[in-house]
Structures are given as structure tokens and as C-alpha cells.
């Protein structure tokens, strides 16, 4: 959605080590404009552990300078940082979303990419196949996340190392959630699930419960509900409560 492998285990582990020990991480689509709210996710290091630049649908038509202190600001306190890019199901031009690749890691430094709006069908993998070599081609340790928000054709984890296999609400992950077989081959740390308009506490934390069972090692819940709930954090008590659940 708009607003909306580790192939390397050594990527992950260069990137963000000694904070594997934990089983779970919070992954953040943190498009919030540089402020209060970075704050807090910078404080919440190391169980929060990655977050997402996204200037303008992308990392617009020049650099922000205050995107450019907040990248440096965040990967200081051990966050791996990662700008987003758009690639309308393949419909893109391959062209403009390499353009953009290359424009966050010249611009921003950004330790890797956060392709959106991903197919998950094995007819359309070789399009992130391209993006992932030209990704690695310009940084070598950089990490690669696809968003399809679905589960995807095992070939997918060829093409990325961390793979946002749900995003929807709290009522899909209850009764909609399925996964193939295969998922529990690979480590928790290649999947990402993103549950949002989680009312609760409680229900916060029976859902970060689920994600453990559902083999999720990148996890994102929140109270807030479309048209955009990555425009702000969850309250208080909910935030810490989420980061001590995700952290033990």
C-alpha cells in the first residue's frame, strides 16, 4: 500500500547484532515526518530495530535535510534504516524505481530498501530479482524488504531478505491468516507482519502472542486504522507494552 530473505544471515547479523539473541523485533513503517516521534523510535532500540524513511512516496524530488540528520541520528542508536520505494506491482517503470534506489543511498545512506507494493506470484519475481541485484550492486550489505502484505511464492525469498508476508487488521489475522508449509523452513527473521487497528493492550498482546506462533521475526502492531496508520505511534503504555512483548 502506498502509505504504506535474509539470503545472508551475515547481512542481519553485521547490521544488527548482538540484538538476534531476541526472537522478535519491531519493524516500523515509520512515515512520520523527523521529530518527537523518531525520537521515541530511536529510543526504543534495540527491540525496535528497523524503520522506514519515506520523504515523498519515495525519497522525493530532492534531498530533506532533516531526513538526512534523522538517518544519522537513527542508525547511531542502532537502528537499521531503509527508504521506500514504490513499485506498483511491477507496473512501474524499472527505470524510475532504480532511479530511486539509487537516489536513497546517495541521498540518505540508508542501510538498505523497502520495495513496496510487491506481486507474489512466481511469474512476476524476476522484477525483484533485478531490483535486488542492482540494490546489492551499490551496496553490498544492504538489506532488501518486500511489501506484497500476503503470502508469496517461495521464490520471493530468493529476491529479498525480509518478506512483509501480512498486512491487514486485527480481524483478518484472526480469521483469515494462513501460510504455506514451506515458511517454517526459513528463520523467523525473513518474515514481517504488520497488524493493524488493534484496539487494545491486551489484544496487542495476544496478537504479538500469535506472530511467535505465526513464525514472525519482524513485527509491527498498532491501534491505527487506514487511510494512513503510519503517520503517528501507538500511545504510550501501548508502545512500551508492545516493545516489552516483542522483547522477551
Known amino acids: 500500500m502506498q502509505i504504506r530473505q535474509l539470503t545472508l544471515l551475515g547481512v542481519i547479523l553485521a547490521l544488527a547484532a548482538p540484538a538476534w539473541a531476541q526472537s522478535q ?3 516500523i513503517p515509520s512515515y512520520i515526518y523527523p521529530g518527537d516521534a523518531w525520537t521515541k523510535i ?13 520523504p515523498a512516496s519515495g525519497p522525493g524530488a530532492k534531498v530533506d535535510p532533516a531526513y538526512l540528520a534523522q538517518v544519522k541520528a537513527s542508525q547511531k542508536s542502532g537502528l537499521i534504516v531503509l527508504c521506500y520505494v514504490d513499485t506498483n506491482y511491477t507496473k512501474r517503470d524499472a527505470s524510475l524505481v532504480a532511479s530511486e534506489i539509487h537516489e536513497a543511498f546517495t541521498w540518505y545512506g540508508v542501510n538498505g530498501i523497502m ?3 510487491v506481486t507474489n506470484d512466481a511469474a512476476h519475481v524476476g522484477y525483484y530479482l533485478h531490483c535486488r541485484k542492482l540494490i546489492k550492486s551499490l551496496n ?3 538489506l532488501v524488504v518486500l511489501n506484497p502484505g500476503t503470502q508469496v511464492d517461495e521464490s520471493y525469498l530468493q529476491a529479498g531478505d525480509i518478506i512483509c508476508t501480512f498486512e491487514s487488521d486485527y480481524s483478518d489475522y484472526q480469521n483469515k491468516y494462513s501460510a504455506p508449509t514451506w515458511v517454517t523452513k526459513y528463520p523467523a527473521r525473513r518474515f514481517w507482519h504488520i497488524i493493524l487497528n488493534v484496539p487494545t493492550n491486551a489484544e496487542m498482546l495476544n496478537v504479538v502472542a500469535e506472530t511467535k506462533q505465526r513464525h514472525a521475526g519482524w513485527v ?12 503517528t505511534l501507538p500511545a504510550e503504555k501501548y508502545w512500551s507494552d508492545e516493545i516489552m512483548a516483542l522483547s522477551h
Not at 509491527?220 to 503517520?231: E, F, G, K, W
Request: no cysteine; aromatic share 6%; hydrophobic share 40%.
Open 42 to 54: 530511536d529510543a526504543g532500540a534495540p527491540t525496535v530495530g528497523l524503520a522506514i524513511i519515506n
Open 140 to 142: 553490498p550489505k544492504a
Open 25 to 27: 523485533r519491531m519493524a
Open 220 to 231: 509491527y502492531v498498532t491501534s491505527a486504522t487506514l487511510p494512513n496508520p503510519y503517520d
Open 115 to 117: 520495495l513496496d507494493e
